[in-house]
């Protein structure tokens, strides 16, 4: 199983947790917002990671 799809999975059970939601829904809407903003970031910037990675190990 590659990398990305464990983070696929490990986010997949993060949302799916019925604690984190029932904690989300107690926060305003822009929280909610802003948390999704951030979680998609961090998402967007571990992938251009990998991608950097992978490349170093094909120019070797």
Same mark, same amino acid.
Request: hydrophobic share 30%.
């Given at each position: 199983m590659t990398d990305l799809s464990n983070a696929r999975n490990s986010r997949s059970v993060?949302?799916? $947790?019925? &604690?984190? %939601?029932? @904690?989300?829904?107690?926060?305003?809407? $822009?929280? &909610?917002? %802003?948390? @999704?903003?951030?979680q998609a970031e961090v998402e967007s910037l571990w992938q251009q990671q990998q991608l950097l990675k992978q490349q170093r190990l094909v120019l070797r």
């Open positions: 993060v949302t799916g $947790d019925p &604690q984190l %939601k029932k @904690l989300m829904t107690s926060y305003g809407v $822009d929280q &909610q917002v %802003k948390y @999704l903003h951030l």
